[in-house]
């Protein structure tokens, strides 16, 4: 399982802040103060508290009754006393009236069950279950009862007024009599309240809480995958289950169910919590995780021989069992903590919050177990349990918070880091396209000098040499034709660098308008047969220049050498190729003096092609010759190309 | 619109060139015609722009290349207050990367300088019968630039680029292809002087977007 590492950082207390703990501390104060103060036995002025009654068995009518103390628990007597019981309230001797018809009395029952009735002079004045079908699970010792004195009931004497309280009991639940409270109804009233907020009212508020605490803590496991969050979901869950039980007149489960699902659910309540708090100190310690796995893994067995014996003694030594294991527990973590050096506050939180919920569960025990003087109208622990589950909540709400931002801040050095490469990535790419369009540049600019040496340059010196060997004798026509051939070659050169964008046809009309003049000079026909063919990448500006050396070579051997009266220029294309011919009326390769200039100048064109990429033809024209090139369309650039040519527009 | 005018029988020269080498090669040409007339020479851009627009030149002959001001702006400048004459660019390449400007700004043509005197008269006779010389090169720019461009596509400042007619087009295009006017007009079934109107047109259009910039920046100013 993948969990948030132990040391992910957390915001320490600044110096001069006091620690959450502290205040925590104090309201664990204050709610004990209450706790006590509202389940202190005190009976409200204008009533009095009975402590004793006599109890007489109904079904054993041979039996004389018994004055016994309350609380009165019918678990703890002898078999006979585990059906019905009827108890005598003798009317105290302070209550007393004039008026038996102005009098509003009443009968507060902080607990009483599981089923009972109260008869005031022989007549039936409240049930609660008493008459349902034994079958039924009937619990009304979780909810306090504020029965009403009828006025008419009551005799003119006090003293005469004689009141039974008859009770069914539930083996293993505690059930029987507890101390209870008569007199004036208006301060019973105000008792009522208080009690019905804390046993009822409160239980419903702890339950949705720790319902909505469960679902969160479940949530987070699943989206975190954090170990924490599951133990701390399944502690609340399993409290939930608990007090969800606890609040219930008539559980749907048969009492047999009932008691188990509710032991073990506080059983494993215990046991996670347990675990969780281990998990949360960051000890994997083998006392602790033993004790609790123990809990949880033999609870169901123990409670199952508790419920098969119904020996209610049982049930009382593994309450033992628990309170023992949580009080070792913490004790063994705190020592533990202690060697490991100083506390942080989230676990000097947790740690006091935990002993806070011991000490509740421990007064509970004592008091409603082993019958200790106290209320145990009230149960100490829900409410203990609640500021448990509040303070883990709290806690790993801050954890989940602290990953968060720390998820957050890592995401924030990581965009920053990503900005940093990627700013890099594109200054390297910059220098990268600066450096190829440099290497272009350059590439260009030696074929361009090469173009100049060979062309322009030689053509000039030439011109030169002919000046300087003929000055006497200097034909000025041949000066002007050779400047002629010079601008030519220039002009031809500019013509390449224009944006052709690869149309053959206007490559070669490019080329039409520089050697038409001297093929008419010749007394050439020209036959231009062009058409539109698909772009050629080949023809870059490299490649229209070697396009028009080709021509020229072969308009060259046209004029000097074919004796042709006409030359024809066409293109074509098909799905593969762009064909470009041209064709002569000449004499063709017959003559043997014109074979070795041509077989120079098709070396030439051999070589040129090859940069084009084109396949090149010779074929008789009959009469004349005919030169054809195939440019594949999709060509693909050999090594030498890239090398050299310019990148493609 | 036809151009085809008839032929005056004088044609006024206008030479705008600091070179006068080539000043002198224009004389000598001139001496093949003896009806026409050098009527001006400027060798500066500063002394063009006064003394041009005042001349009665049909034809004038601009460098591109003047040592004091961009050919381009003379252009501009003929092409407004001399609308009816003919804007010929003196070039020693005829590179058409920049000779699209010059026509962009009114020239209606341009003569290579390294031509003899015989080509130089042809030129000017050619452009008067109402032709204008037109490369492949150009033609296929042309052709990018104005192909597409519906009657009612406006520039980017405001004013309105002419499309191509049909005709237009498929003459853009054979010239493109490296035809010449003569085959041009054979392939269209149509006369020679008819692909010369077709071609001057394709000047005008291409430099309305001049002039009606010039002419909208001159009523600004109320010169108009």
């Known amino acids: ?264 659910a506080f059983t494993w309540y215990v046991g996670f919590f347990l675990l969780f708090v281990a998990e949360l100190l960051a000890f994997r310690d083998r006392l602790v995780r033993g004790l609790a796995w123990f809990l949880i893994a033999f609870g169901p067995f123990w409670l199952a021989w508790t419920l098969h014996t119904q020996n209610y003694d049982f049930y009382r030594l593994w309450a033992g069992v628990l309170a023992a294991c949580g009080a070792i527990s913490l004790l063994w973590l705190l020592l533990k903590a202690r060697q490991r050096g100083a506390f942080d506050a989230d676990q ?48 790993l709400a801050q954890r989940a918070t602290a990953s968060t931002r720390e998820v957050y801040r890592l995401n924030q050095s990581l965009a920053g880091t990503v900005a940093k490469r990627e700013a890099e990535l594109r200054q390297a790419f910059e220098q990268l396209r600066a450096s190829e369009q440099q290497r272009a540049i350059e590439g260009e600019r030696r074929r361009l000098m090469r173009d100049m040496h060979d062309g322009l340059g030689s053509q000039l010196v030439q011109t030169l040499n002919m000046v300087r060997s003929q000055r006497d004798t200097l034909d000025a026509g041949s000066v002007e034709s050779m400047i002629h051939h010079a601008l030519e070659e220039l002009r031809l050169m500019l013509d390449s660098l224009e944006p052709m964008e690869g149309d053959l046809a206007t490559i070669l009309g490019t080329f039409r308008q520089r050697v ?134 | 619109m036809a151009h085809n005018r008839s032929m005056p029988s004088i044609t006024r020269i206008y030479l705008i060139e600091d070179d006068r080498t080539v000043l002198h090669f224009v004389q000598h040409a001139l001496a093949l015609r003896p009806d026409w007339r050098l009527v001006g020479h400027s060798e500066t851009f500063a002394h063009a722009r006064i003394m041009a627009p005042n001349s009665l030149a049909d034809v004038y002959l601009v460098d591109l290349g003047l040592p004091d001001g961009r050919g381009e702006d003379m252009l501009r400048l003929l092409a407004l207050t001399k609308p009816e004459a003919e804007l010929l660019v003196f070039t020693v390449f005829g590179d058409e990367s920049r000779l699209i400007h010059a026509l962009q700004s009114g020239a209606t043509g341009y003569v290579l300088k390294g031509c003899n005197a015989t080509e130089l008269i042809e030129a000017i006779e050619q452009i008067c019968a109402g032709g204008a010389p037109i490369s492949p090169l150009l033609a296929r720019l042309l052709l990018k630039q104005l192909r597409n461009n519906a009657p009612a596509q406006v520039a980017e400042n405001g004013s309105a680029i002419p499309a191509l007619s049909e005709r237009e087009t498929e003459v853009l295009k054979l010239v493109a292809q490296g035809y010449v006017n003569k085959e041009i007009a054979t392939r269209l079934g149509i006369g020679t002087a008819t692909v010369s109107t077709h071609i001057k047109n394709l000047y005008r259009k291409l430099a309305v977007h001049t002039r009606v910039q010039v002419v909208r920046a001159a009523q600004e100013r109320g010169l108009l």
């Open chain 1, 1 to 264: 399982m993948r969990g948030l590492p132990p040391l992910v950082p957390r915001p320490e207390p600044s110096a001069g802040r006091v620690p959450n703990y502290v205040w925590v501390a104090l309201l664990l104060l204050g709610l004990l103060w209450a706790l006590h103060s509202v389940s202190r036995p005190t009976a409200p002025e204008g009533s009095v508290t009975l402590r004793h009654a006599l109890a007489s068995l109904p079904q054993q009518p041979q039996e004389p009754p018994q004055r016994v103390a309350l609380p009165h628990i019918l678990d703890d007597q002898p078999a006979a006393w585990w059906g019905q019981v009827d108890y005598q309230i003798e009317w105290p001797r302070e209550l007393h009236y004039d008026d038996p018809a102005q009098t509003r009395l009443a009968l507060l029952l902080p607990r009483v069950g599981t089923r009972f009735r109260v008869l005031l002079n022989g007549q039936e004045i409240y049930q609660v279950g008493w008459y349902a079908a034994p079958e039924r699970n009937i619990l009304s010792a979780w909810f306090p009862y504020l029965v009403n004195l009828p006025p008419g009931l009551l005799q003119p004497n006090p003293q005469h007024n004689t009141l039974h309280i008859q009770v069914q009991g539930q083996l293993l639940e505690r059930s029987g009599l507890w101390p209870l409270q008569i007199g004036y109804h208006g301060s019973l009233f105000e008792r009522h309240q208080v009690l019905e907020v804390w046993q009822v009212k409160g239980t419903w508020m702890m339950l949705i809480s720790s319902l909505l605490m469960g679902l969160l803590s479940l949530h987070l496991w699943r989206t975190l995958r954090e170990r924490l969050f599951l133990l701390m979901a399944l502690a609340a869950l399993a409290h939930t289950v608990r007090l969800a039980l606890s609040v219930s007149l008539e559980p749907v489960l048969s009492y047999g169910w009932y008691f188990y699902v509710h032991r073990l």
């Open chain 1, 348 to 395: 000097i939180l947790v740690l006091m919050v935990a002993a806070f919920t011991l000490a509740t569960g421990v007064r509970d025990f004592l008091v409603v177990q082993l019958n200790f003087p106290g209320d145990a109208d009230l149960r100490w622990t829900s409410l203990g349990s609640l500021a448990l589950l509040f303070t883990l909540s709290w806690v």
């Open chain 1, 516 to 649: 038409e003049p001297a093929l008419a000079a010749a007394g050439i026909e020209l036959d231009w047969q062009v058409q539109d063919v698909p772009a050629l990448p080949s023809l870059d500006a490299q490649g229209v220049m070697h396009l028009f050396r080709c021509m020229q070579e072969i308009f060259a051997n046209v004029v000097k050498h074919a004796q042709a009266r006409r030359v024809c220029v066409r293109t074509r294309h098909d799905a593969a190729h762009v064909y470009l011919s041209v064709t002569d009326d000449g004499v063709g390769l017959q003559r043997p003096q014109t074979r070795l200039a041509h077989q120079r100048g098709l070396g030439n064109l051999r070589a040129r092609a090859g940069k084009l990429g084109a396949e090149l033809r010779f074929f008789n024209a009959r009469p004349g010759t005919g030169v054809e090139f195939a440019f594949p369309i999709f060509r693909t650039l050999t090594p030498e190309a890239v090398d050299t040519a310019p990148p493609v527009k």
